[in-house]
Protein backbone atom coordinates (compact mmCIF):
# COMPACT_ATOMS: atom_id res chain seq x y z
CA UNK A 1 0.00 0.00 0.00
CA UNK A 2 1.15 3.71 -1.11
CA UNK A 3 0.43 5.62 1.70
CA UNK A 4 -0.57 9.18 1.53
CA UNK A 5 0.81 11.63 4.62
CA UNK A 6 -1.95 14.79 4.91
CA UNK A 7 -0.92 15.53 8.16
CA UNK A 8 1.67 18.16 7.85
CA UNK A 9 0.47 20.65 10.55
CA UNK A 10 1.23 17.99 12.93
CA UNK A 11 5.16 17.17 11.73
CA UNK A 12 7.04 16.90 8.40
CA UNK A 13 9.37 14.51 6.93
CA UNK A 14 12.67 16.10 7.51
CA UNK A 15 14.30 16.96 4.14
CA UNK A 16 17.12 15.49 2.81
CA UNK A 17 19.33 18.12 3.02
CA UNK A 18 18.35 18.97 6.28
CA UNK A 19 19.06 15.05 7.14
CA UNK A 20 22.67 15.59 5.20
CA UNK A 21 23.46 18.63 7.40
CA UNK A 22 22.77 16.79 10.40
CA UNK A 23 24.93 13.77 9.83
CA UNK A 24 27.25 15.63 8.91
CA UNK A 25 27.10 17.65 11.85
CA UNK A 26 27.05 14.68 14.17
CA UNK A 27 30.10 13.22 12.63
CA UNK A 28 32.48 16.11 12.60
CA UNK A 29 31.28 18.59 14.58
CA UNK A 30 30.39 17.18 17.73
CA UNK A 31 32.73 19.59 20.34
CA UNK A 32 30.37 21.86 23.01
CA UNK A 33 30.00 24.85 21.49
CA UNK A 34 31.06 26.75 24.37
CA UNK A 35 34.63 25.22 24.79
CA UNK A 36 37.18 27.42 23.72
CA UNK A 37 39.39 24.70 21.82
CA UNK A 38 39.06 24.20 17.97
CA UNK A 39 36.35 20.96 18.68
CA UNK A 40 34.09 23.40 20.09
CA UNK A 41 34.75 26.22 18.29
CA UNK A 42 33.99 24.72 15.03
CA UNK A 43 30.77 23.90 16.80
CA UNK A 44 30.34 27.04 17.58
CA UNK A 45 30.48 28.25 13.67
CA UNK A 46 27.83 25.29 12.82
CA UNK A 47 25.92 26.83 15.69
CA UNK A 48 26.38 30.84 13.57
CA UNK A 49 25.60 29.67 10.54
CA UNK A 50 22.46 28.15 11.53
CA UNK A 51 21.14 31.01 13.51
CA UNK A 52 22.00 33.46 10.62
CA UNK A 53 19.92 31.22 8.82
CA UNK A 54 17.01 31.19 10.82
CA UNK A 55 17.49 35.41 11.42
CA UNK A 56 17.18 35.53 7.64
CA UNK A 57 14.01 33.56 7.53
CA UNK A 58 12.34 36.21 10.21
CA UNK A 59 14.26 39.36 8.92
CA UNK A 60 15.78 39.47 12.04
CA UNK A 61 19.42 40.00 13.74
CA UNK A 62 21.28 37.19 14.63
CA UNK A 63 21.79 38.05 18.40
CA UNK A 64 18.20 38.24 18.34
CA UNK A 65 17.07 34.51 17.24
CA UNK A 66 17.48 31.92 21.13
CA UNK A 67 17.69 28.48 19.98
CA UNK A 68 15.49 25.99 22.38
CA UNK A 69 14.04 22.56 22.40
CA UNK A 70 10.91 23.74 20.43
CA UNK A 71 7.82 25.33 19.57
CA UNK A 72 6.64 25.03 22.93
CA UNK A 73 9.64 25.90 25.27
CA UNK A 74 9.63 28.75 23.19
CA UNK A 75 6.11 29.68 23.91
CA UNK A 76 6.67 29.28 27.90
CA UNK A 77 9.63 31.25 27.80
CA UNK A 78 7.88 34.06 26.02
CA UNK A 79 4.60 34.22 28.34
CA UNK A 80 6.14 32.77 31.63
CA UNK A 81 9.49 34.45 31.45
CA UNK A 82 8.03 37.62 29.97
CA UNK A 83 4.82 37.95 32.84
CA UNK A 84 7.12 37.43 35.45
CA UNK A 85 10.11 39.98 34.59
CA UNK A 86 7.28 42.59 33.99
CA UNK A 87 4.79 41.45 36.94
CA UNK A 88 5.96 44.87 38.79
CA UNK A 89 4.28 47.05 35.87
CA UNK A 90 0.80 44.62 35.83
CA UNK A 91 0.05 41.02 35.60
CA UNK A 92 -3.07 41.21 32.94
CA UNK A 93 -2.41 39.75 29.61
CA UNK A 94 -4.59 39.20 26.69
CA UNK A 95 -4.76 36.27 24.26
CA UNK A 96 -7.07 34.59 21.76
CA UNK A 97 -9.98 32.13 22.43
CA UNK A 98 -7.70 29.33 19.61
CA UNK A 99 -4.29 29.74 20.39
CA UNK A 100 -2.18 26.21 20.51
CA UNK A 101 -2.00 24.99 24.20
CA UNK A 102 1.46 25.68 24.21
CA UNK A 103 0.01 28.97 24.71
CA UNK A 104 -3.11 28.23 26.59
CA UNK A 105 -1.78 26.26 29.28
CA UNK A 106 1.11 28.84 30.11
CA UNK A 107 -1.75 31.39 30.49
CA UNK A 108 -3.79 29.40 32.89
CA UNK A 109 -0.68 28.48 34.84
CA UNK A 110 -0.20 32.63 35.37
CA UNK A 111 -3.96 32.50 36.42
CA UNK A 112 -2.70 30.12 38.91
CA UNK A 113 -0.06 32.47 39.97
CA UNK A 114 -2.83 35.56 40.34
CA UNK A 115 -2.73 36.99 36.69
CA UNK A 116 -5.26 38.01 35.19
CA UNK A 117 -5.68 36.62 31.42
CA UNK A 118 -8.17 37.30 28.81
CA UNK A 119 -9.08 35.14 26.15
CA UNK A 120 -10.52 36.98 23.90
CA UNK A 121 -13.22 35.36 21.69
CA UNK A 122 -13.10 35.07 17.30
CA UNK A 123 -15.87 34.99 14.30
CA UNK A 124 -17.10 32.26 12.81
CA UNK A 125 -13.67 31.81 10.34
CA UNK A 126 -11.86 31.31 13.60
CA UNK A 127 -10.63 35.34 13.35
CA UNK A 128 -10.00 37.92 15.91
CA UNK A 129 -11.17 41.17 14.97
CA UNK A 130 -8.00 44.00 16.60
CA UNK A 131 -11.13 46.21 17.59
CA UNK A 132 -11.85 43.50 20.28
CA UNK A 133 -8.31 43.33 21.46
CA UNK A 134 -7.63 47.12 21.73
CA UNK A 135 -10.68 46.82 24.02
CA UNK A 136 -9.60 44.15 26.02
CA UNK A 137 -6.02 45.74 26.78
CA UNK A 138 -5.86 47.66 30.81
CA UNK A 139 -3.84 49.89 32.61
CA UNK A 140 -1.76 46.69 33.94
CA UNK A 141 -1.71 45.16 30.86
CA UNK A 142 1.70 43.61 30.06
CA UNK A 143 1.82 41.27 27.18
CA UNK A 144 -0.49 40.55 24.27
CA UNK A 145 -0.33 36.64 22.51
CA UNK A 146 -1.88 35.98 19.50
CA UNK A 147 -0.74 33.18 17.07
CA UNK A 148 -0.32 34.20 13.50
CA UNK A 149 -1.88 31.11 11.85
CA UNK A 150 -4.14 28.63 13.66
CA UNK A 151 -3.22 25.33 13.90
CA UNK A 152 -7.01 23.75 13.57
CA UNK A 153 -8.52 25.79 10.61
CA UNK A 154 -5.40 27.66 9.07
CA UNK A 155 -6.69 30.71 9.76
CA UNK A 156 -4.10 33.98 10.00
CA UNK A 157 -4.22 36.64 11.81
CA UNK A 158 -4.20 40.10 12.55
CA UNK A 159 -0.69 39.99 14.30
CA UNK A 160 0.57 43.65 12.84
CA UNK A 161 -2.64 45.27 13.47
CA UNK A 162 -2.45 44.21 17.05
CA UNK A 163 1.08 44.75 17.64
CA UNK A 164 0.38 48.09 16.65
CA UNK A 165 -2.52 48.57 18.56
CA UNK A 166 -0.61 47.29 22.03
CA UNK A 167 3.06 48.72 21.30
CA UNK A 168 1.26 51.99 20.95
CA UNK A 169 0.48 51.75 24.72
CA UNK A 170 3.47 50.34 25.48
CA UNK A 171 2.68 46.58 25.81
CA UNK A 172 4.74 43.80 24.64
CA UNK A 173 3.61 41.89 22.19
CA UNK A 174 4.30 37.74 21.25
CA UNK A 175 3.07 35.51 18.50
CA UNK A 176 3.24 32.08 18.14
CA UNK A 177 4.25 31.57 14.40
CA UNK A 178 5.14 27.85 14.76
CA UNK A 179 2.50 26.73 11.99
CA UNK A 180 2.91 30.15 9.96
CA UNK A 181 7.01 29.59 9.19
CA UNK A 182 7.71 28.24 6.16
CA UNK A 183 4.15 28.67 4.26
CA UNK A 184 3.67 32.05 4.73
CA UNK A 185 5.72 35.12 4.88
CA UNK A 186 7.12 35.54 8.36
CA UNK A 187 8.90 39.41 8.72
CA UNK A 188 9.62 40.36 12.54
CA UNK A 189 9.99 43.92 11.44
CA UNK A 190 6.86 44.19 9.55
CA UNK A 191 4.83 42.12 11.87
CA UNK A 192 6.03 44.84 14.76
CA UNK A 193 6.29 41.57 17.34
CA UNK A 194 8.47 41.70 20.23
CA UNK A 195 8.82 38.09 20.74
CA UNK A 196 7.86 35.57 18.53
CA UNK A 197 8.14 31.16 18.66
CA UNK A 198 8.96 28.97 15.81
CA UNK A 199 9.73 26.04 15.83
CA UNK A 200 12.18 23.45 13.53
CA UNK A 201 9.68 20.09 12.66
CA UNK A 202 6.91 22.19 11.34
CA UNK A 203 9.14 22.54 8.48
CA UNK A 204 10.90 19.54 7.10
CA UNK A 205 13.45 20.13 9.91
CA UNK A 206 14.35 18.11 13.08
CA UNK A 207 12.05 17.70 16.53
CA UNK A 208 13.71 18.74 19.11
CA UNK A 209 14.96 22.23 17.81
CA UNK A 210 12.85 25.66 18.01
CA UNK A 211 13.38 29.94 18.57
CA UNK A 212 12.18 32.30 20.47
CA UNK A 213 12.71 35.56 18.83
CA UNK A 214 13.62 38.09 21.28
CA UNK A 215 13.73 42.06 19.71
CA UNK A 216 16.78 43.83 20.42
CA UNK A 217 16.30 46.18 23.75
CA UNK A 218 13.80 43.46 25.28
CA UNK A 219 14.82 42.23 28.34
CA UNK A 220 13.66 38.44 28.84
CA UNK A 221 14.04 36.71 32.32
CA UNK A 222 15.48 32.87 31.43
CA UNK A 223 12.89 30.18 31.74
CA UNK A 224 15.83 27.38 32.18
CA UNK A 225 18.57 27.94 34.87
CA UNK A 226 22.12 27.00 34.70
CA UNK A 227 24.99 27.91 32.31
CA UNK A 228 25.57 31.14 29.96
CA UNK A 229 24.40 29.63 26.64
CA UNK A 230 22.64 31.93 24.38
CA UNK A 231 23.95 34.70 25.89
CA UNK A 232 22.31 34.39 29.45
CA UNK A 233 18.44 33.82 28.16
CA UNK A 234 18.11 29.83 27.42
CA UNK A 235 20.11 27.42 29.89
CA UNK A 236 21.76 24.12 28.42
CA UNK A 237 24.39 22.89 26.08
CA UNK A 238 22.39 23.59 22.48
CA UNK A 239 21.38 20.49 20.32
CA UNK A 240 23.87 21.30 17.47
CA UNK A 241 22.91 18.62 15.05
CA UNK A 242 19.28 19.35 15.39
CA UNK A 243 19.84 23.46 15.37
CA UNK A 244 22.10 22.73 12.55
CA UNK A 245 19.16 21.14 10.58
CA UNK A 246 17.34 23.82 11.76
CA UNK A 247 18.83 26.49 9.81
CA UNK A 248 19.25 24.24 6.71
CA UNK A 249 15.67 24.08 6.95
CA UNK A 250 15.19 27.78 6.50
CA UNK A 251 17.45 28.45 4.15
CA UNK A 252 15.34 26.21 1.94
CA UNK A 253 12.75 27.50 2.87
CA UNK A 254 13.66 31.08 2.43
CA UNK A 255 15.06 29.88 -1.27
CA UNK A 256 11.45 28.02 -2.29
CA UNK A 257 9.01 30.05 -0.31
CA UNK A 258 6.91 31.59 -2.87
CA UNK A 259 6.72 28.05 -5.27
CA UNK A 260 6.12 25.87 -1.75
CA UNK A 261 3.02 28.23 -1.00
CA UNK A 262 1.71 28.32 -4.60
CA UNK A 263 1.59 24.58 -5.04
CA UNK A 264 0.75 23.64 -1.44
CA UNK A 265 -2.73 26.03 -2.32
CA UNK A 266 -3.80 24.49 -5.69
CA UNK A 267 -3.21 20.83 -3.83
CA UNK A 268 -5.36 22.26 -1.04
CA UNK A 269 -7.58 23.33 -3.23
CA UNK A 270 -8.19 20.26 -5.86
CA UNK A 271 -8.38 18.46 -2.21
CA UNK A 272 -11.16 20.56 -0.98
CA UNK A 273 -12.85 21.03 -3.95
CA UNK A 274 -12.92 17.24 -4.95
CA UNK A 275 -14.32 16.44 -1.39
CA UNK A 276 -16.89 19.91 -1.04
CA UNK A 277 -17.88 18.20 -4.83
CA UNK A 278 -18.81 14.74 -3.93
CA UNK A 279 -19.58 14.85 -0.66
CA UNK A 280 -22.94 16.85 0.48
CA UNK A 281 -22.33 16.28 4.08
CA UNK A 282 -19.02 17.85 4.15
CA UNK A 283 -18.90 21.46 4.85
CA UNK A 284 -15.82 23.89 5.22
CA UNK A 285 -14.61 25.53 8.58
CA UNK A 286 -13.10 28.51 8.82
CA UNK A 287 -12.40 31.47 6.34
CA UNK A 288 -11.05 31.61 2.22
CA UNK A 289 -8.01 32.97 1.55
CA UNK A 290 -7.29 34.31 4.81
CA UNK A 291 -6.08 31.34 5.63
CA UNK A 292 -2.42 28.82 5.58
CA UNK A 293 -2.20 27.66 1.53
CA UNK A 294 -1.89 24.40 2.50
CA UNK A 295 -4.70 23.82 5.29
CA UNK A 296 -8.36 22.71 5.33
CA UNK A 297 -10.91 21.80 7.73
CA UNK A 298 -14.04 20.08 7.19
CA UNK A 299 -16.80 18.81 8.84
CA UNK A 300 -19.23 15.43 7.99
CA UNK A 301 -22.38 16.07 9.28
CA UNK A 302 -23.39 13.37 11.15
CA UNK A 303 -20.39 10.98 11.27
CA UNK A 304 -17.77 10.61 14.17
CA UNK A 305 -14.29 12.31 13.19
CA UNK A 306 -12.19 9.36 15.01
CA UNK A 307 -14.25 6.67 13.00
CA UNK A 308 -13.56 8.62 9.56
CA UNK A 309 -9.85 8.93 10.78
CA UNK A 310 -9.09 5.71 11.45
CA UNK A 311 -10.98 3.98 8.07
CA UNK A 312 -9.09 6.05 6.12
CA UNK A 313 -5.89 5.31 7.73
CA UNK A 314 -6.42 1.39 6.65
CA UNK A 315 -6.96 2.73 3.09
CA UNK A 316 -3.33 4.51 3.68
CA UNK A 317 -4.63 8.17 4.40
CA UNK A 318 -3.27 9.85 7.15
CA UNK A 319 -5.10 13.04 8.28
CA UNK A 320 -6.21 14.26 11.62
CA UNK A 321 -8.64 15.76 13.89
CA UNK A 322 -6.76 18.73 14.98
CA UNK A 323 -4.00 19.84 17.11
CA UNK A 324 -1.74 16.59 17.44
CA UNK A 325 -1.10 17.63 20.81
CA UNK A 326 -4.42 17.29 21.56
CA UNK A 327 -4.81 13.79 20.19
CA UNK A 328 -5.42 12.36 23.18
CA UNK A 329 -8.16 14.42 24.69
CA UNK A 330 -11.69 13.45 23.67
CA UNK A 331 -13.05 17.02 24.01
CA UNK A 332 -13.92 18.93 20.82
CA UNK A 333 -11.62 21.30 19.45
CA UNK A 334 -11.60 24.28 21.28
CA UNK A 335 -10.84 26.15 18.23
CA UNK A 336 -14.04 24.95 16.09
CA UNK A 337 -16.07 25.72 19.83
CA UNK A 338 -14.77 28.74 19.85
CA UNK A 339 -15.69 29.49 16.10
CA UNK A 340 -19.18 28.92 17.25
CA UNK A 341 -19.40 25.15 16.46
CA UNK A 342 -21.25 22.53 18.25
CA UNK A 343 -19.73 19.62 20.08
CA UNK A 344 -21.28 17.60 17.68
CA UNK A 345 -19.96 19.40 14.57
CA UNK A 346 -16.56 19.87 16.10
CA UNK A 347 -16.55 15.87 17.11
CA UNK A 348 -17.54 15.36 12.78
CA UNK A 349 -14.20 17.69 11.29
CA UNK A 350 -10.84 16.01 9.84
CA UNK A 351 -7.67 18.57 9.35
CA UNK A 352 -6.31 17.72 5.90
CA UNK A 353 -2.77 19.64 5.74
CA UNK A 354 -0.79 18.81 2.63
CA UNK A 355 3.13 19.41 2.22
CA UNK A 356 6.16 18.98 -0.12
CA UNK A 357 5.63 14.97 -0.51
CA UNK A 358 2.64 15.28 -1.66
CA UNK A 359 0.72 15.16 -5.69
CA UNK A 360 -1.85 15.59 -7.54
CA UNK A 361 -2.02 12.06 -7.71
CA UNK A 362 -2.26 11.48 -4.35
CA UNK A 363 -4.86 14.06 -3.51
CA UNK A 364 -7.05 12.10 -6.45
CA UNK A 365 -6.40 8.95 -4.12
CA UNK A 366 -7.36 10.66 -0.53
CA UNK A 367 -10.57 12.05 -2.07
CA UNK A 368 -11.70 8.72 -3.56
CA UNK A 369 -10.74 6.76 -0.23
CA UNK A 370 -12.62 9.81 2.02
CA UNK A 371 -15.92 8.97 -0.56
CA UNK A 372 -15.62 5.24 0.24
CA UNK A 373 -14.86 5.39 4.04
CA UNK A 374 -17.99 7.93 3.94
CA UNK A 375 -20.32 5.48 1.94
CA UNK A 376 -19.11 2.53 3.33
CA UNK A 377 -20.70 4.01 6.96
CA UNK A 378 -23.83 5.16 5.42
CA UNK A 379 -26.25 5.87 2.73
CA UNK A 380 -24.67 6.66 -0.18
CA UNK A 381 -23.49 10.37 -0.43
CA UNK A 382 -22.75 10.47 -4.65
Known amino acids: MQRIYLDHNATTRPHPAVIDEMVACLKDSFGNPSSIHAFGQDARRVLDRARQRVADLLGAEPEEVVFTSGGTEADNQAILAAARGLSSRGRHVVTSAVEHQAVLHPCRHLEELGHRVTYVPVDRDGLVAPEAVAAALQGDTVLVSLMLANN ?51 LQGPKGAGALFVRRGVTLPALLHGGHHERNRRAGTENVPAIAGFGRACALAREELSARSDRARRLRDRLEQ ?109
Open 152 to 202: DVGTLQPVAEVAALARARGILVHSDAVQALGKVPVDVRALGVDLLSISAHK
Open 274 to 382: GILGAVPLASRNGGGEGRLPNTSNLSFEGLDAETLLLNLDLLGVAVSTGAACSSESKRPSHVLMAMGRSAEEARSSLRFSVGEENDEGQIDRAIDAVKQVIDSLGPCTR
